[in-house]
DNA sequence: CTTTTATAAAATGTATACATTTTTATATGT
DNA sequence: ACATATAAAAATGTATACATTTTATAAAAG
């Protein structure tokens, strides 16, 4: 695995506190590797808001900004749902028996990682939204998401929504199945901005 | 000024032909500088969009992607006038002098570079955006304007809408002032559809 | 005691050198 | 002649070494 990988989960996992500024020489005998691959990694781990540019004092693990949660919410709710309508028409019976199937994975594991939950929820999204064929749209959403996991990994310490997530989840399944592309796309966009605003209140509640 | 905007910059003024494949030995020798900077370079323009990995083999300038404009254009269309809309209550008299100060440089200089007018261009909207202190939403709007940046700078070789969006730009100003905040995020939300339109045909008429 | 300036330490940026992987060209066998 | 295997090349990834910039420290002046 490569060290943009390691270090971006590590990132997620929050072993980095907020706030902390990061070396690069620090991460190269952390990781042990040089400082060469430490920039490849920053730079990109940058780009991706996981870490802030903090000007020339090299890189900063971000604090948690709930204006920015607000933000990446507020775009989902408005993206996600058109990508779901543009996928709607190339969304055969056996593609969303494998939605359904990621959907009782979670549901197993209910002791699961949040990184694995995580994982597991955006491939659940990832398996409705692909057959749009919207590689560039695709790519931002799954971007911004990725984004979000941060937070959500952070949250799911003190916080459980997913029974509520779960439900939303086979609600959007079943009104895909008989057709119902705007309830789908609806709830879709409620489920996305509910989540946002039970994160926001959360890291404003601590 | 740094090796990322240098070849950012000879990018959109496609100085390199689209399919091309980049090495860094070539670039590194083409700017006068050794192979550390321009991995750093490639790998930010990578993830902006400039660039897409061709996997081991380097990197390769992008083609010219109709569907991918699309898409920019409509997540454009969904993210721009509800940034505007957030921003409304923080446009003062001021703000909008100076947004109207930006769309009469743009006039005057007709004979302006593509790199220029898109330059103004993305000042006028940030002019508008940046009071709504939203700056997560803000910078991936900013984000999507780079990326079709790509674009405008080919069409402006062989397509002129300049007339048209200008205007609409005036409308929008005009719309602001009277305080009808529906109205200009509804011209805003055409005015980037249409540009999104006459931009993809333009790619499909070559 | 505070402020300023000079100096030392540390961190980032860059170049050169080496290692590993990937690609291409060549040779060999069927 | 074609396919496959092999060796040479070229390209990327990484480490070490050096240069430049930035930050912290300490000394000196007000």
Excluded at 118 to 134: D, I, K, Q
């Amino acid at each position: 695995m490569g060290l943009y990988q390691r270090l971006k989960s590590d990132l997620q996992q929050g072993r980095f506190a907020p706030g902390r500024i990061l070396k690069q020489s620090e991460l190269a005998e952390m990781y042990g590797v040089s400082r060469i691959p430490v920039r490849d990694a920053l730079q990109r781990l940058k780009s991706e808001g996981w870490l802030s540019g903090h000007g020339k004092r090299g890189v900063a693990v971000p604090l948690f900004d709930p204006l920015e949660v607000e933000d990446l919410y507020l775009m989902r709710t408005r993206l996600e749902p058109l990508l779901l309508e543009l996928a709607a028409p190339h969304l055969s019976g056996e593609i969303l028996g494998r939605a359904e199937d990621i959907l009782d994975r979670m549901e197993i594991g209910n002791q699961l990682e949040a990184a694995e939950i995580g994982a597991l929820n955006r491939e659940f999204h990832a398996c409705l939204y692909r057959p749009a064929g919207r590689r560039t749209l695709f790519a931002t959403v799954e971007q911004l998401h990725q984004q979000c996991e941060r937070y959500i990994g952070y949250q799911s310490r003190g916080l459980d929504y997913q029974a509520q997530s779960q439900s939303e989840h086979y609600e959007i399944l079943s009104a895909l199945r008989q057709g119902e592309i705007q309830q789908a796309t609806c709830i879709l966009g409620n489920h996305i901005s509910a989540a946002g605003q039970a994160l926001v209140q959360h890291l404003r509640n601590p």
